[in-house]
């Protein structure tokens, strides 16, 4: 696999009860400059609690500084 490769990887970063609360933390991720992405979400909201939860997911690159934002966040 080469370096350029893995730099383009994309991860989960987290999992959210909500679509909504996905996608609040897809908002404050791009404000910090970081690309994410909400998976799941319309899958949540169209087979309503058949355990399919929305997920953000980000470049491999930007994950840690995409969990301090949501810690962040999270202790204010």
């Known amino acids: 696999m080469s370096a350029e490769s893995t730099q383009d990887d994309i991860v989960r970063l987290a999992t ?10 897809e908002q404050v ?3 910090a400059g970081i690309q994410c992405r909400v ?3 319309l899958l949540d909201v169209g ?3 058949l355990g399919v939860r929305a997920e953000d997911w980000v470049h491999r690159d930007d994950l840690a500084r995409a969990e301090e934002v949501l ?3 999270q202790e204010d």
């Open 47 to 49: 087979l309503g609690g």
């Open 16 to 25: 959210a009860t909500t679509p909504l609360k996905a996608q609040i933390w």
């Open 39 to 41: 998976v799941g979400d």
């Open 71 to 73: 810690r962040k966040g």
């Open 29 to 31: 991720l791009k404000e």
